[in-house]
């Protein structure tokens, strides 16, 4: 399964910190939120995606397979909400 961290509308409230870089890419402590994901996720570094702003894609690409876990990027991972992820089946969402 390939992990897919987007951009929401509220991407502009995290400016200028999203001008260069994605929501999942800003650093909270020493990590940034992708590699938290990563981490938590067991998945291995820089194998995420990102969907973004297109003006960002070409630094940032979009690698997704067949079967993706999107994810909002500015969701800063946790223990409960990773169980809430893993109960999920495919075509189901979380909002």
């Not at 946790?78 to 909002?95: N, P």
């Amino acid at each position: 399964m390939q992990l897919v961290l987007a951009d929401d509308q509220y991407r502009d409230h995290l400016l200028p910190f999203t001008f260069t870089r994605p929501c999942a890419d800003i650093r909270c402590g020493i990590l940034t939120i992708r590699r938290k994901w990563e981490i938590l996720l067991n998945i291995p570094s820089g194998t995420s995606g990102s969907l973004t702003q297109f003006y960002l894609s070409g630094s940032y690409p979009l690698v997704a397979g067949t079967e993706c876990l999107v994810i909002n990027g500015a969701l800063l991972p946790d223990e409960s909400i990773l169980r809430l992820i893993t109960a999920l089946k495919i075509g189901q969402q979380i909002v």
